[in-house]
C-alpha cells in the first residue's frame, strides 16, 4: 500500500512541476483573462457606442437649427434688399417713418435706420445706397425659435432617450453578468467532481500546480477507502454514492480553510494542506481522518462500515 501512494505522490508532484503543467495554468489565466476582458469590452463598447449616438443626435441637432436661422436670416436679407430696391426706384426718401412701414410689409422686426457703428450684435442690416446709414433690424432666428417652442417635447423626448440608454445598460451589465456566470459555471463542472462536489483530478491538479508556482510550502495525504467495493457490492451503486458523498462531507469538516481536498476518482480521495506543516501536525490530522472517516455511515435503513488507509507525501 505505502509503495503505491508514494509511486503516486511522486507522479502527482513531478506532473505538476513540469513546463506542460505551467503552460496549462498560463493557458488557463490567460483564458481567464480573454472571457472577463470580452465582458469589460462589451459593456465598455455599449457605453461608448451610446455617448456616440448622443453625441451626432446633439450636434447634427445644433446644425440642423444654425441652419434653419441661417437661411431665415438670408431670406430677410434678400426681401430687405428688393424693398429698399423699390423704394429708391420709385424715389421714396427713406427716413424712420418709411423704414418702419416697410418693415411691416416685408416682415422686418424692428426695421430702423441706423449707422453701422451702432448695429447690435443680434441684428444684420443692408446699406443703403448714397447714404451713410443702413437699414438695420432684429431677424427672425426661425430654427431657435422652433427649438424653443418644441422644448416640451424636447424634455419628453430626452427622458425617454435617458431611460432607453438605462434599459440598454441594464441589459448590457446583466448579460455580461450571465457570461461570466455561465462561464464559471463551466469552469467549476469542468474541476468538480459531480457527486461529491469536491475538487477533482484536473482542479487538484490546477490546485498543485498553483501551489507550485506560488512557492507555497505544502503536504499531501491521500486517504484510499478499504472495504468500500464490499458495501458497493452489497447495497447498490445508490448506497455507494451516498456513502462517498458522507465520506467527503465528513472531510470537509476536517479541512482547514486553506486545504484542498480532492476526489482522484473511485474511492481515492487527497487532501492538500497549503503552508508550512510539521510532521507531528500531519500526524494529527491524519489521526483525526482515520477516526472520523471509519465511524458507522446511517444510509437510509442501512448502517455501513470502512477502513481508510491515510498516507503522508
Not at 446699406?127 to 432684429?138: D, I, N, S
Amino acid at each position: 500500500m505505502g509503495s503505491r501512494w508514494t509511486k503516486m505522490a511522486q507522479h502527482i508532484l513531478l506532473a505538476a512541476d513540469t513546463a506542460g503543467a505551467r503552460q496549462y495554468r498560463i493557458g488557463q489565466q490567460s483564458l481567464d483573462a480573454r472571457y472577463e476582458l470580452r465582458s469589460s469590452r462589451l459593456v465598455l463598447a455599449g457605453i461608448v457606442g451610446i455617448i456616440v449616438l448622443a453625441g451626432i443626435f446633439l450636434v447634427g441637432s445644433i446644425y440642423a437649427v444654425q441652419g434653419i436661422d441661417n437661411r431665415a436670416i438670408s431670406a430677410e436679407r434678400d426681401r430687405a434688399m428688393i424693398a429698399v430696391g423699390l423704394l429708391q426706384q420709385a424715389g421714396v426718401a427713406m427716413d424712420s417713418v418709411s423704414a418702419q412701414k416697410l418693415g411691416r410689409d416685408y416682415v422686418l422686426q424692428g426695421a430702423h435706420l441706423s449707422p453701422p457703428a451702432n448695429v447690435e450684435p443680434d441684428e444684420t442690416f443692408v446699406p443703403l445706397a448714397g447714404t451713410a446709414l443702413v437699414l438695420a433690424w432684429t431677424p427672425r432666428r426661425l430654427g431657435s425659435e422652433t427649438a424653443v417652442s418644441v422644448a416640451p417635447m424636447r424634455v419628453a423626448a430626452s427622458v425617454g432617450i435617458l431611460a432607453a440608454v438605462i434599459f440598454i445598460m441594464f441589459r448590457l451589465y446583466r448579460l455580461a453578468r450571465d457570461l461570466e456566470v455561465r462561464r464559471r459555471d463551466a469552469r467549476d463542472q469542468a474541476t468538480r467532481d459531480p457527486l461529491t462536489a469536491l475538487v477533482n483530478r484536473r482542479g487538484f491538479s490546477e490546485a498543485l500546480d498553483a501551489a507550485f508556482a506560488a512557492g507555497t510550502p505544502m503536504s499531501l495525504l491521500y486517504i484510499d477507502l478499504d472495504r468500500f467495493k464490499q458495501v458497493n457490492d452489497r447495497y447498490g451503486h445508490a448506497i455507494g454514492d451516498e456513502l462517498l458523498t458522507c465520506v467527503a462531507q465528513r472531510l470537509g469538516h476536517l479541512a482547514g480553510p486553506d486545504d484542498c481536498v480532492a476526489r482522484l476518482g473511485g474511492d481515492e480521495f487527497v487532501l492538500l494542506r497549503r503552508g508550512p506543516a510539521s510532521q507531528d501536525e500531519l500526524g494529527e490530522l491524519a489521526g483525526r481522518i482515520h477516526q472520523r472517516i471509519s465511524l458507522p455511515y446511517g444510509l437510509g435503513e442501512v448502517e455501513a462500515e470502512i477502513q481508510i488507509a491515510v498516507e503522508r507525501a
